[in-house]
């Protein structure tokens, strides 16, 4: 049987490969898996194709990490950067909260009525160990008198003696020259506070007068230089004297040592 | 015989090396047929019957590659390097353009008839189909046009 002159027909070549190619389709869809040829041809160019997909997943995951590496490094390297400067921030802010507070302190605290207030700046407490004076700095714009009372967050704190340009110089309560009226808030026994340096001692009140410890005493306006109501301190012992007279100590309610602003009442005219 | 098939074993290796590198380029690029690419020069060359043979030999390597069962493309390929080889012994065509444009067009109809076999055996196509059809084609196209070069100098030398 010579089959030379069909095999050379292209057409029935065609007819035939693409009949073959479609059974072979129609068979493997049937099966739902690949047929042999497929197998062997998979196999035949498996390698070339594990080739490729190793390369290509190596390239692509290498590279993926590197870049993700990168970007770790430099996102470290930023928060590290931004909790620095956080922290630098927050070094400053510190200071200024506690300013905030006290500021907050002394606003909230009572005012005497007919005295305007004027804010200014605590700088320094000097003069120990024979005296203790504070040294303030307020506007320039208000003339400060000499005697102005000087209150702080916690009450009384002392008067204005001198000033120089914006600086005024302030005598504290706990000064040993320093003597203010006072008068106790429970039962308004009144005396006279004098300093002792850290602390007070309250002065000319009897034995029979009623006062406890823990009694809170406030300015009672007398002297003529502090207004009634501010809290000058509370008293941390009580004793009676051979002289009729008893011995109070009295506790500061003012840290002198912590102010940082404090209020200057000036006496408003009329 | 052997001489004529060193131009073709030699484009082979080329489109399996296309093959093999361009998804390490892109994953998007494997759209492109590079076996297409080559059977386009080659069944020009070869005449019908050439067509028709290496259609079916690259058509089933390409379905190795691409297809989830072999004679999709093995089916499509033998028509379309018929239709190649029939159109090479009747048309002289040379130059790198028409034969990008012959490549767009080969890509564009054994796409359809991948399609048309896929619905018939009641397979899921992917979508956006055409979107795909099309950029594949227009790489395809690109990859003939570095081939042709190629297919020509090997055959001048193997005429000589």
Redesign the interface.
């Known amino acids: 049987m010579d089959l030379r002159p069909t095999a ?1 027909r ?2 029935i ?2 007819c035939l ?2 009949l073959g ?2 059974v ?3 068979f ?2 049937r099966q739902g898996s ?2 042999v ?2 197998n062997m ?2 196999a ?2 498996g390698p ?2 594990s ?2 997909d190793s ?2 997943r190596l ?1 692509r995951e290498g590279l993926q990490a590197y870049l993700w590496q990168k970007n770790a490094a430099l996102e470290s390297e930023n928060l590290a950067a931004e909790n620095r400067s956080l922290q630098g921030q927050l070094e400053l802010a510190r200071p200024l909260e506690k300013e905030v507070l006290t500021l907050r302190e002394l606003l909230q605290a009572p005012k005497p009525q007919g005295y305007q207030v004027i804010g200014a700046r605590a700088l320094t407490a000097y003069g120990a160990p024979f005296s203790r004076y504070l040294l303030v700095s307020c506007d320039a714009r208000f003339l400060i008198p000499e005697g102005t009372p000087v209150m702080g967050p916690g009450g009384a704190v002392g008067h204005v003696q001198g000033a120089s340009g914006t600086l005024h110089k302030v005598i504290l309560l706990t000064d040993p020259s320093s003597a203010v009226g006072v008068a106790s808030e429970r039962a308004g026994v009144k005396g006279v506070a004098v300093g002792k340096g850290t602390d007070m001692e309250i002065r000319w009140i009897s034995n029979e007068s009623d006062v406890r410890v823990g009694d809170m005493f406030v300015t009672s306006g007398e002297d003529g230089v502090f207004p009634p109501g501010l809290r000058v301190g509370t008293a941390v012992s009580v004793e009676d004297g051979g002289d009729y007279l008893k011995k109070i100590t009295l506790s500061p309610s003012s840290k002198m040592d912590q102010l940082t602003w404090v209020l200057l009442l000036r006496k408003t005219v009329g | 015989m052997a001489k004529r098939l060193i131009p073709v074993l030699v484009l082979l290796l080329l489109a399996a090396g296309v093959q093999t590198l361009i998804p390490l380029i892109s994953g998007d690029l494997t759209i492109a047929n590079p076996y297409l690419a080559v059977l386009v020069p080659l069944a020009m060359r070869s005449g019908k019957m050439g067509g028709v043979l290496w259609g079916a030999v690259l058509g089933t390597v390409s379905d190795a590659y691409f297809s989830p069962f072999v004679g999709f493309h093995g089916l499509s390929f033998c028509v379309l390097g018929y239709v190649l080889g029939w159109m090479g012994g009747k048309l002289l065509i040379g130059g790198i353009l028409p034969m990008a444009i012959f490549a767009w067009a080969a890509y564009v109809l054994d796409a359809a008839a991948v399609a048309g076999l896929y619905l018939l055996l009641g397979l899921p196509l992917a979508s956006p189909f055409w979107v795909f059809v099309l950029l594949g084609s227009l790489i395809t196209a690109a990859l003939t046009a570095l081939f042709e070069p190629v297919a020509r100098r090997l055959y001048r030398k193997d005429q000589a």
């Open positions: 050379r292209p057409e070549a065609l490969l693409v190619f479609f072979l389709l129609t493997q869809a690949r047929s040829l497929g041809a998979l035949a160019f070339l194709l080739a490729y390369a290509s390239t």
